[in-house]
């Protein structure tokens, strides 16, 4: 089962993708794709650490996101990748020729990855960006296109799609 947990930022998308995580069988599985490159991202990063329960496996993994999940997968339980938004800056940053062709391969090995898994359910968060201001710069347009990319490719794979709006889960797939 793979499911797709989206919306806007504040949302509550995590601690909706976490409720439905707790709701099915262990072990669980954090795969962390943030980087705690300033002070303020590190007490982002903290504060989801705190809201987590602590027999929950942690696995941290800025790049290799599908690797990291079929590693994570093999403990089988149901492993929750937080987010891949994040994770699709840091393949951004990374590499300066990272397109949305490039967004989309990953994304789909990502899918490939969730789907031959033991795991019982692989739940991904992301955040729907393309909702804005069309942005000012190349970078805020390729990363915007990316993130999009990546996100229509996960929602074509996933079983289940929700959209999270002010807290208010909207489940859009399965209709």
């Not at 492993?79 to 840091?90: E, G, P, Q």
Request: with cysteine; proline share 5%; aromatic share 6%.
């Amino acid at each position: 089962m793979v499911i797709l947990v989206t919306g806007g930022s504040r949302s509550g998308k995590s601690q909706f993708a976490q409720d439905q995580a707790l709701r099915r069988p262990g072990p669980h599985t954090y795969l962390a794709t943030a980087q705690a490159l300033d002070d303020e991202m590190r007490q982002r990063i903290e504060a989801h650490q705190r809201q987590r329960p602590p027999d929950w496996k942690l696995v941290e993994e800025p790049w290799e996101a599908a690797s990291a999940l079929r590693q994570a997968a093999r403990r089988g339980g149901t492993v929750l990748l937080d987010c891949v938004t994040l994770w699709m800056s840091n393949l951004l940053l990374l590499d300066q020729g990272f397109d949305e062709h490039a967004a989309q391969a990953a994304a789909l090995h990502l899918v490939a990855a969730a789907r031959e898994t033991p795991a019982t359910t692989v739940i991904a968060v992301t955040n729907e960006v393309g909702w804005g201001v069309v942005p000012d710069t190349v970078l805020g347009r390729k990363f915007r296109d990316c993130a999009g990319r990546a996100n229509e490719v996960i929602a074509g794979g996933a079983d289940e799609v929700y959209l999270l709006v002010s807290g208010i889960p909207l489940r859009i797939k399965p209709k």
